[in-house]
């Protein structure tokens, strides 16, 4: 069965810093990965997704992640931080169902 | 992008009662449908996967007494939380994926309190 573990369960940064938000992946095959954002009270928001096409992918609002094979990691980054992105934020493989990682709550100080 | 909608969005009631909770893929047909509990500040946790036309597939440790759920037609999935307990209370998550690839979409959510 595929699986992820998101590295962080709090990630703080300052408004107008880099983001970095930890995902590994355990698949014996090629897997589809996503990112989801939940901000408080609302739904789910599809970040981005992988599925087999390229490496780096990019998703809504600045965000993007980069699936490494070696590393079996598919981390996301944003280069600058906004305080609307505070939320929480999942790593999700696709095993149909979705298994999703354990979240990071990201923190964003003015 | 597709639209799943769930109802009620939140709902309060007495230990004992059942409550029911839907699931709608409004532009899109769904063969298959996901429902998920996640606790507070916790990650979501699959319990069933809702099959139209068959029985639903619990996930293990989920009662399938306690919860029950039924696929009525291609676009709607309920989940019937039955002789609902506080213990019960948590917000319960549905998805649906998209016909023509692998993304789910995801209800609001449903927020139960028993008390």
């Known amino acids: 069965a595929q699986s992820v573990t998101q590295l962080d369960s709090h990630v703080s940064v300052s408004e107008g810093t880099p983001v970095l938000l930890r995902c590994n992946y355990s698949?014996?095959?090629?897997?589809?990965l996503f990112w989801y954002v939940q901000h408080p009270n609302k739904g789910l928001q599809l970040l981005l997704k992988?599925?087999?096409?390229?490496?780096l992918v990019k998703g809504i609002n600045g965000f993007e992640a980069e699936f490494k094979k070696s590393e079996t990691s598919f981390h996301l980054t944003k280069p600058s931080a906004h305080m609307s992105d505070a939320a929480e934020y999942f790593c999700?493989?696709?095993?149909?169902?979705?298994?999703f990682g354990a979240g990071t709550r990201l923190t964003v100080k003015p | 992008g597709a639209v799943v909608s769930q109802h009620p969005s939140r709902v309060i009631c007495k230990s004992g009662t059942s409550v029911k909770i839907e699931c709608r893929s409004l532009?899109?047909?769904?063969?298959?449908m996901f429902w998920y509990r996640q606790f507070p500040k916790k990650s979501l946790m699959l319990m069933a996967t809702?099959?139209?036309?068959?029985?639903?597939?619990?996930e293990q440790g989920v009662e399938k007494d306690k919860f029950l759920i039924n696929h009525a037609s291609l676009t709607l999935s309920t989940l019937t939380v039955t002789s609902a307990h506080p213990e019960d209370s948590s917000f319960y998550i549905c998805?649906?994926?998209?016909?023509?690839?692998?993304?789910?979409?995801f209800g609001p959510g449903t927020r139960l309190l028993v008390l």
């Open positions: 999700v493989v696709s095993d149909n169902p979705m298994r």
């Open positions: 992988y599925t087999s096409a390229a490496t």
């Open positions: 998805s649906a994926p998209e016909p023509w690839g692998e993304t789910q979409y």
């Open positions: 698949s014996s095959y090629s897997p589809s």
């Open positions: 532009d899109f047909q769904a063969t298959t």
């Open positions: 809702s099959n139209e036309g068959s029985k639903a597939t619990y």
